[in-house]
């Protein structure tokens, strides 16, 4: 009994000696840092990288998701409700004047309001004209505006509307969750059956170190946040995804170095808490295999990034910084969104290659109809496009031919990519300088594959996903502007267009309008595009990758003094002294020199 005692005592006194206390602590103050510092956060998911999930190849034609709740309302920059706040509103008004037609593309197809605005009642509730006397709103201080914060709190309001109620992290922009690769584990990426649906859509805003921020940029950004995210209850959130070009400090080794290229990057005070910075040496650790990752080759790894470390989003817009919406812009996602969800898989290849000139062709169901007449009522892709190299994951058809379906499959599905502009075959291509770039693949240039600029794109988590892990394991690369599109149809996902109002300054000359059609539908050989697949030059679109007018639209509106040679845009409209513009979407509108 003795002993027994005695060997007690000896284990409370080497239990409690000074070393041992010293050691808990530690041991607790490592863990508690690991899992309460936000900077941590690489660590927790080294620590606990879940275990590979098996589950179905392929995915299954699912029911549509229902319609959320009611959205609600959410404080602006005004610290008031947007529904109880007219200053922090734009002005979109009806003239008794003639609508403009579009170019292409149609605004009762699509469901874009047909609005007119002036430059004040677009812009003004963002700061243009507020160093004006008769600027009638009441003034933010922007510089005090933390965008991010407004974000998280509007979503908070709205979280039990979505699936998973969860909340934002505020810290998840400071503290970056990019991360390099660890080389020793083996290459691999999650899949599609590992997420649940969020009904959330991350806005990327591509921009970089050094870009000099105009006034028109921080209104172009601010009302974004507010349309977006704010009006829509959380369902956007908006990001700046922001290139580090050419910086010295090794961004992701320490959270010093995060933060002090946080300073760095130039981005504005109000948006630095929504800004999630990038470099090369972050590409170089995940892509190995594709040694080109200059942003006109690869401009989504980036983005593919962003997906894999932000999985709370089931969509992501990629945009640019030289994009204006003159018109609700939320508003423009939405139908976006709704036309591509309410678009049959049958045919919608087809239908993003001709464009909808409802001058040469009628309205909308007048195209679809010529589109189906050029394909005998079947479609040259029916189910996954079939390449050696890609085993999809799209779902079977539900027929076993494509003239058997009644424009049903796909109906109330969300588009796994929404392009902005008309596709093309690559391999008929003759006037795109990367259409020779590809590798990875069996065939080599011989690769069935798609094109449709501008890289300004709408994909959802697991197109991005694919494409992640093809150029992570495999070494497949192609150009940008083919990569989604491509990888959409290989894996036979779901690809749409919704044509969009775009015009042309040459409007009323109907030569050039017929360079553009290129016969249409009717008289295509093959049902998939026009016999001829080399564009005119694009320099007087209000929407296209090369064009000019869109910076002359701006001017005009804006009321500057346009260059000798640029004609005063016909799109626009006077009345009682102002100047109005209709509702559309410009690209590129860039800085003037």
């Given at each position: 009994?003795?002993?027994?005692?005695?060997?007690?005592t000896k284990f409370r006194r080497v239990l409690f000696t000074r070393q041992s206390?010293?050691?808990?602590?530690?041991?607790?103050?490592?863990?508690?840092?690991?899992?309460?510092?936000?900077?941590?956060?690489?660590?927790?998911?080294?620590?606990?990288?879940?275990?590979?999930?098996?589950?179905?190849?392929?995915?299954?034609?699912?029911?549509?998701?229902?319609?959320?709740?009611?959205?609600?309302?959410?404080?602006?920059?005004?610290?008031?409700?947007?529904?109880?706040?007219?200053?922090?509103?734009?002005?979109?008004?009806?003239?008794?004047?003639?609508?403009?037609?579009?170019?292409?593309?149609?605004?009762?197809?699509?469901?874009?309001?047909?609005?007119?605005?002036?430059?004040?009642?677009?812009?003004?509730?963002?700061?243009?004209?507020?160093?004006?006397?008769?600027?009638?709103?009441?003034?933010?201080?922007?510089?005090?505006?933390?965008?991010?914060?407004?974000?998280?709190?509007?979503?908070?309001?709205?979280?039990?509307?979505?699936?998973?109620?969860?909340?934002?992290?505020?810290?998840?922009?400071?503290?970056?969750?990019?991360?390099?690769?660890?080389?020793?584990?083996?290459?691999?990426?999650?899949?599609?059956?590992?997420?649940?649906?969020?009904?959330?859509?991350?806005?990327?805003?591509?921009?970089?170190?050094?870009?000099?921020?105009?006034?028109?940029?921080?209104?172009?950004?601010?009302?974004?946040?507010?349309?977006?995210?704010?009006?829509?209850?959380?369902?956007?959130?908006?990001?700046?995804?922001?290139?580090?070009?050419?910086?010295?400090?090794?961004?992701?080794?320490?959270?010093?170095?995060?933060?002090?290229?946080?300073?760095?990057?130039?981005?504005?005070?109000?948006?630095?808490?929504?800004?999630?910075?990038?470099?090369?040496?972050?590409?170089?650790?995940?892509?190995?295999?594709?040694?080109?990752?200059?942003?006109?080759?690869?401009?989504?790894?980036?983005?593919?990034?962003?997906?894999?470390?932000?999985?709370?989003?089931?969509?992501?817009?990629?945009?640019?910084?030289?994009?204006?919406?003159?018109?609700?812009?939320?508003?423009?996602?939405?139908?976006?969104?709704?036309?591509?969800?309410?678009?049959?898989?049958?045919?919608?290849?087809?239908?993003?290659?001709?464009?909808?000139?409802?001058?040469?062709?009628?309205?909308?169901?007048?195209?679809?109809?010529?589109?189906?007449?050029?394909?005998?009522?079947?479609?040259?892709?029916?189910?996954?496009?079939?390449?050696?190299?890609?085993?999809?994951?799209?779902?079977?058809?539900p027929v076993p031919h494509a003239a058997n379906d009644t424009f049903r499959w796909?109906?109330?599905?969300?588009?796994?990519?929404?392009?902005?502009?008309?596709?093309?075959?690559?391999?008929?291509?003759?006037?795109?300088?990367?259409?020779?770039?590809?590798?990875?693949?069996?065939?080599?240039?011989?690769?069935?594959?798609?094109?449709?600029?501008?890289?300004?794109?709408?994909?959802?988590?697991?197109?991005?996903?694919?494409?992640?892990?093809?150029?992570?394991?495999?070494?497949?690369?192609?150009?940008?502007?083919?990569?989604?599109?491509?990888?959409?149809?290989?894996?036979?996902?779901?690809?749409?267009?919704?044509?969009?109002?775009?015009?042309?300054?040459?409007?009323?000359?109907?030569?050039?309008?017929?360079?553009?059609?290129?016969?249409?539908?009717?008289?295509?050989?093959?049902?998939?595009?026009?016999?001829?697949?080399?564009?005119?030059?694009?320099?007087?679109?209000?929407?296209?990758?090369?064009?000019?007018?869109?910076?002359?639209?701006?001017?005009?509106?804006?009321?500057?003094?346009?260059?000798?040679?640029?004609?005063?845009?016909?799109?626009?409209?006077?009345?009682?002294?102002?100047?109005?513009?209709?509702?559309?979407?410009?690209?590129?509108?860039?800085?003037?020199?």
């Amino acid at each position: 009994m003795g002993a027994l005692v005695s060997a007690r005592t000896k284990f409370r006194r080497v239990l409690f000696t000074r070393q041992s206390i010293i050691a808990v602590i530690l041991v607790y103050l490592v863990v508690a840092f690991i899992f309460l510092n936000p900077s941590a956060i690489s660590w927790k998911l080294n620590l606990y990288e879940k275990p590979p999930v098996i589950g179905p190849r392929r995915m299954t034609n699912n029911p549509p998701f229902p319609p959320l709740a009611r959205r609600i309302p959410c404080i602006g920059p005004r610290g008031k409700l947007l529904s109880q706040s007219p200053d922090d509103n734009l002005e979109e008004v009806t003239l008794d004047i003639p609508y403009p037609t579009p170019w292409t593309g149609s605004y009762e197809a699509v469901g874009i309001p047909k609005t007119w605005t002036t430059i004040e009642g677009r812009y003004g509730p963002y700061g243009y004209g507020e160093q004006e006397q008769s600027y009638n709103r009441s003034k933010v201080d922007w510089n005090s505006t933390d965008w991010q914060m407004l974000q998280k709190q509007c979503f908070t309001r709205n979280a039990r509307r979505f699936p998973q109620g969860e909340t934002i992290d505020d810290s998840m922009m400071k503290h970056s969750r990019l991360r390099y690769r660890d080389p020793s584990k083996p290459p691999k990426a999650p899949q599609w059956y590992e997420f649940r649906a969020s009904r959330r859509t991350a806005i990327v805003v591509r921009t970089w170190r050094g870009y000099e921020y105009k006034d028109e940029d921080l209104h172009y950004l601010r009302s974004l946040v507010v349309e977006t995210a704010l009006k829509s209850g959380g369902e956007y959130q908006v990001v700046l995804l922001v290139d580090m070009k050419n910086y010295e400090i090794d961004i992701f080794a320490s959270e010093p170095n995060y933060l002090q290229a946080l300073q760095d990057s130039g981005v504005p005070p109000e948006f630095e808490s929504m800004a999630v910075l990038w470099d090369d040496r972050l590409l170089d650790t995940w892509y190995p295999l594709v040694t080109e990752r200059r942003t006109m080759w690869q401009v989504f790894q980036p983005m593919q990034l962003f997906a894999l470390h932000y999985p709370e989003f089931d969509h992501f817009w990629q945009l640019e910084l030289d994009m204006r919406f003159l018109g609700d812009a939320g508003t423009f996602f939405d139908k976006m969104g709704e036309f591509a969800r309410n678009e049959p898989r049958k045919q919608a290849l087809e239908r993003s290659m001709f464009q909808h000139m409802q001058k040469r062709i009628g309205d909308y169901k007048n195209f679809s109809s010529a589109v189906n007449r050029a394909n005998n009522g079947s479609a040259n892709l029916w189910g996954p496009l079939r390449i050696p190299d890609i085993e999809p994951i799209g779902p079977e058809p539900p027929v076993p031919h494509a003239a058997n379906d009644t424009f049903r499959w796909g109906v109330g599905e969300d588009a796994d990519v929404i392009v902005t502009a008309w596709c093309g075959d690559v391999r008929k291509t003759n006037d795109w300088v990367f259409r020779h770039w590809i590798g990875g693949f069996a065939a080599e240039r011989d690769t069935p594959r798609y094109w449709c600029p501008p890289a300004i794109m709408r994909s959802s988590r697991a197109l991005l996903l694919v494409a992640h892990e093809a150029q992570l394991v495999h070494g497949m690369y192609l150009p940008s502007e083919a990569t989604l599109p491509s990888f959409a149809l290989w894996h036979g996902l779901k690809l749409s267009f919704p044509q969009h109002p775009v015009f042309h300054e040459r409007e009323d000359e109907d030569d050039f309008r017929e360079e553009w059609f290129r016969g249409g539908p009717e008289a295509s050989i093959d049902g998939l595009g026009p016999n001829e697949m080399t564009m005119p030059n694009g320099m007087g679109m209000s929407f296209w990758w090369q064009s000019r007018w869109p910076r002359a639209i701006m001017d005009a509106l804006e009321g500057r003094q346009l260059k000798e040679d640029v004609k005063y845009p016909y799109l626009l409209a006077k009345k009682d002294g102002k100047v109005y513009v209709p509702n559309m979407v410009l690209h590129p509108v860039k800085h003037n020199s």
